[in-house]
Structure formats: structure tokens, C-alpha cells
């Protein structure tokens, strides 16, 4: 009986042994594999183990697949981490048929620090996705759909119509969009497009004989009998400014509070990024940005911030890292546009008649377009995937239309 006690005794004990063995081992699996993810490799010198503390670079791109150059050595591609000392490097993201994308980026120990370029094709395809002449087409503050006239066609045809680009039809782009609104109620074809603050409609205003019309238009269905509101506009334009100032509050309150009074006291904001963690302004004021995150965060974005700020130049503040990039100077709003890329991370520069794109901090200008085109129309595609502008290809005997860019 003793004999069997102490057999069940030794047995518990090797099941609690092994059972600490197990938990010990994944303990230090799961601790090493926490090093290894913050740049802590093992190594030898002189026969004797040295645990040194390095960083990780993570490069991405899209398109995938492209070679990554690290101060000029090809290391690896995309879509991989490489191990680094501490420093500063060049690193370049290249793949044939597009523009590569450079900068220098810090690497710190126990940091991982993203490159992620997005290359931009060198032949970039141009489409028509309008074929009956456009004039005077708006963007809706959504940036989904484009609103524009057709004066080119017969009654029936000419109007108002709308882009959606959330559509995706099977064979051309042309099928996205449908007209709203035709001239047999009013003269449609001449009107000036303005879009709700939250793009649940459209006014349309006609000058005809002097006196000027204004009709009140839903987008995403035909307007059979289109609202006059020619003697209420100033009622609507108060709502609309109401939804406005509303929108506009709201963002304020969405920033830290410690952010808020510095953008209220030094920025005249042109656009919230879309995912409203970055603002492109131009500075109301020169003054000296204080500093909102003590102490900085690690594993920012590493192009020298501009802290010292000067009236009338356009920066972009990094609301989530506290960081500030000086975009352009002596900016010219009449001539000039910047606006943001659906993915918040990218801002379309027009001016001098080229078309560039480049990283939110002001690095890696790339011209993407040089053709004709006309006025500062171009407006980003939902998905980032393309830019529309409007242009008549250089004939001024054909109507101008609507065209994609491709951007991938």
C-alpha cells in the first residue's frame, strides 16, 4: 500500500516538474519573441554572447515587390523587415516602370520604423469617363461624387449630372455617371453647382434675363420637378452654414485639448486629413509651435519638423505624433490648389500647369501629370487609385471631358 502511495506521490510530482518545464519554455519563447520584434538580437564576440539592441525597418510598398536600397545597397523587398544598427539612413524604394520613392529614415533600438512608399507609374494611363462635354464640375465635401453640366447635347441630354466615383461599373467608367436634372423644367445646362455641407444636395442657380434662379437638387435620383428656392435661398444658406460651423466644431473638439488652442491661435485650416489626424493650414500668424506631447513619442515619422512657423506658408500638423512639416511657401491660392488624397497620407499639388503628388510631409514631389488640363479642376478618386481632371486634350474646338489619371 505504501509502495503505491509513494508510486502516485512521484508521479503528481514528475506532472508538476514537466508542467513547470512546459510554462517555463513558453515563457521565454513568448519573451524572446517580444525582443526579437523590438530589434534584440543575440550574438558572439570572442566566443563570449552578446545581447545587442538594434532596430527594425519595416518597407512597404504598393505596388508590392519592389527592391528596397539601403544607403544605395539592394538589401530586400518590400513587404519585409530588415535588422539595423542604430543611425540614419537612405533608403530608396524602387520598382521598374515607376518613379522610386527616397528618404532618410532614423532607426532607433527597440523601434520598428515603417517606409511606405506609394510608387506612382511613369506612364500613367489616361481614360475619357465623360463623353458629352463638361462645364464647371464641383466636388461634394464626401469627395465621392462630381457634380457637372452638359450644354452640348439636346434638351433632353443637356442638364445637370453627377459622377459617382463609388461605382463600379464592369467595362468603362463612363458608366458612372447619371444625369439629375434636364433643360425642359429650366435652363439646367448654364447653371452654377454648389453642394450641401454634408452633400445631401445641391443648389443650381440660372441667370436668365437678368434675374437669377436657384433651384434646390437631390443627387441621386431625377429631379422631375427640381425646387425653386429663389426666395428662400438665404434660409438655406444659413442651414448650410449651420451644418457647417457644426462639422467644423466638431473636428476642433476631436483634437487634444492641449492642440486645440494652438491650432485656434496659429492655423487659418484649409483641410482636416480625411481621417482627421492631420491638418493642412496656412499658418494665420508667425509664432513658435509649442510643444503638445512631452515627452515625444518614439517611432515617428523622421523628416525634420518645422516648429517656427511663417504667416501666410502652408504646413501640415501630425495631430496623433505633434509634429509639424512646412509644405510650401508663398503659396497663391488663386493660381495653386493642394488638397488632401483619400488615403490621408498623400496632398495633390496643382500649379504651373503640372499635376504633383507627395508625401504629407512634404518629401517625395512627384510630378504625375504635365498635359493639358483645365483651371485647378482635379479631384482625387475614392479609392486612391486614379485622379479625374477636366481638359479638352489641347483641341479648343472640342468640348472638354472628364479624365482619369491613373495612379497605380
Not at 58 to 80: E, K, M, R, Y
Not at 292 to 318: A, F, M, W
Request: charged share 20%.
Amino acid at each position: 500500500m505504501r509502495w503505491r502511495c509513494r508510486q502516485g506521490i512521484m508521479a503528481l510530482m514528475k506532472k508538476v516538474v514537466l508542467t513547470a518545464i512546459v510554462l517555463l519554455l513558453l515563457i521565454i519563447a513568448t519573451t524572446g519573441v517580444v525582443f526579437y520584434g523590438k530589434g534584440v538580437r543575440l550574438s558572439f564576440n570572442n566566443g563570449k554572447a552578446d545581447l545587442s539592441s538594434t532596430g527594425l525597418l519595416d518597407a512597404t510598398s504598393s505596388p508590392d515587390g519592389a527592391q528596397v536600397f539601403i544607403n544605395g545597397h539592394l538589401t530586400t523587398a518590400t513587404d519585409s523587415q530588415v535588422n539595423l544598427s542604430p543611425g540614419t539612413y537612405e533608403v530608396k524604394i524602387f520598382k521598374q516602370g515607376y518613379f522610386p520613392w527616397e528618404k532618410k529614415v532614423n532607426i532607433d533600438k527597440g523601434v520598428v520604423t515603417k517606409a511606405d512608399a506609394l510608387l506612382f507609374p511613369k506612364a500613367p494611363k489616361l481614360e475619357s469617363i465623360t463623353n458629352l462635354g463638361v462645364n464647371n464640375p464641383v466636388i461634394d465635401p464626401t469627395h465621392t461624387k462630381i457634380a457637372y453640366t452638359v450644354s452640348t447635347q439636346d434638351i433632353k441630354k443637356n442638364g445637370i449630372y453627377i459622377l459617382d466615383s463609388t461605382n463600379r461599373p464592369i467595362l468603362t467608367l463612363q458608366g458612372s455617371s447619371s444625369q439629375i436634372a434636364d433643360n425642359t423644367t429650366a435652363f439646367f445646362s448654364s447653371a452654377m453647382l454648389a453642394w450641401a455641407p454634408d452633400g445631401s444636395e445641391l443648389t443650381a442657380s440660372i441667370s436668365a434675363q437678368g434675374a437669377l434662379s436657384t433651384y434646390v437638387l437631390r443627387p441621386n435620383t431625377f429631379n422631375d420637378d427640381p425646387s425653386d428656392v429663389t426666395a428662400t435661398l438665404q434660409s438655406i444658406k444659413s442651414s448650410w452654414l449651420k451644418i457647417k460651423t457644426d462639422r467644423d466644431k466638431s473636428q476642433m473638439n476631436n483634437l487634444p485639448s492641449k492642440a486645440r488652442g494652438m491650432v485656434k491661435a496659429n492655423f487659418k485650416i484649409i483641410a482636416f486629413s480625411p481621417d482627421e489626424t492631420k491638418v493642412l493650414y496656412s499658418a494665420s500668424t508667425s509664432a513658435n509651435l509649442p510643444v503638445v506631447i512631452t515627452p515625444p513619442l518614439i517611432g515617428t515619422n523622421s523628416t525634420p519638423q518645422e516648429r517656427s512657423i511663417k504667416k501666410g506658408s502652408i504646413y501640415v500638423y501630425d495631430v496623433k505624433e505633434d509634429r509639424n512639416y512646412l509644405i510650401k511657401e508663398g503659396f497663391n491660392e488663386a493660381t495653386q490648389l493642394l488638397e488632401w488624397l483619400p488615403d490621408s497620407a498623400h496632398l495633390i499639388y496643382v500649379h504651373d500647369k503640372n499635376i504633383d503628388i507627395m508625401d504629407y510631409d512634404g518629401t517625395n514631389s512627384i510630378k504625375v501629370y504635365a498635359g493639358p488640363f483645365l483651371d485647378k479642376y482635379v479631384f482625387p478618386w475614392t479609392d486612391t487609385s486614379r485622379i479625374v481632371i477636366l481638359t479638352d486634350l489641347g483641341n479648343s474646338d472640342s468640348p472638354a471631358n472628364l479624365y482619369t489619371i491613373s495612379l497605380k
